[in-house]
């Protein structure tokens, strides 16, 4: 597609279940990142996948957190239990390559999570 | 470790007259320095990036940045503010040697506002 492309774009969620999150990034590009956006703050890094791995997890917060890619497309982030605190914007982005020094990274529009 | 500090969390002017938007970051390595933009509702857009060549950078919308590294500054600048820059702005700054991939880390934001 034109761009990274995430659904769903809100979901309101009861405390205590599961969501998954899903992020098409842009055709051919191997990089794709996670972030988290909590209301005013800047964006917080979550995991970086490089084709089907996942080099990077450092960000994701707790073991409720998990996320995978396949066909080195779709990402899917899962958050497990999912608690008031996680309320926020997840953004999706994707580059051409990990290497790339200053490669633009292209943002998806988020998904809004609201846990109640 | 790599951080930016946004020196100003909200930044008023009226249109047609300059901005500036604050940035010094701290790096142990020479980073890779990036602005970007979100709209109300909208993704994250990148407005300029600064890769070690031109110490000056001019990105879209008649935006533009120095980077100075003696002051650890990458300030963001437009001559006339217009009604439609009127967005959140991010500081970002990366360091792919370092972590091995475009790990972004970002400011807390400042939001501009441009008054008629």
């Known amino acids: 597609g034109a761009g990274v492309s995430q659904s769903p774009s809100n979901k309101v969620t009861e405390k205590g279940k599961d969501v998954e999150l899903r992020c098409d990034p842009i055709s051919g590009h191997t990089a794709l990142y996670w972030y988290r956006q909590r209301l005013g703050q800047g964006l917080e890094f979550l995991i970086y996948?490089?084709?089907?791995?996942?080099?990077?997890k450092s960000g994701l917060p707790s073991d409720r957190f998990s996320a995978e890619r396949t066909g080195e497309s779709v990402s899917t982030l899962t958050i497990q239990r999912t608690q008031q605190e996680d309320s926020a914007v997840y953004l999706c982005?994707?580059?051409?390559?990990?290497?790339?020094?200053?490669?633009?990274?292209?943002f998806g529009e988020g998904s809004w999570l609201t846990v109640v | 470790a790599q951080s930016v500090t946004q020196l100003d969390s909200h930044v008023s002017v009226s249109e047609g007259t300059p901005v500036l938007l604050r940035c010094n970051y701290s790096?142990?390595?020479?980073?890779?320095l990036f602005w970007y933009v979100q709209h109300p509702n909208k993704g994250l857009q990148l407005l300029l990036k600064?890769?070690?060549?031109?110490?000056l950078v001019k990105g879209i919308n008649g935006f533009e940045a120095e980077f100075k590294k003696s002051e650890t500054s990458f300030h963001l600048t437009k001559p006339s503010a217009h009604m439609s820059d009127a967005a959140e702005y991010f500081c970002v700054v990366s360091d792919s040697r370092h972590t091995g991939f475009q790990k972004l880390v970002f400011g807390t934001g400042t939001r501009l506002l441009v008054s008629p």
């Open positions: 996948f490089q084709g089907n791995s996942a080099p990077d």
């Open positions: 600064y890769t070690s060549a031109a110490t």
């Open positions: 790096s142990s390595y020479s980073p890779s």
């Open positions: 982005a994707s580059s051409l390559n990990r290497a790339g020094f200053g490669n633009t990274i292209y």
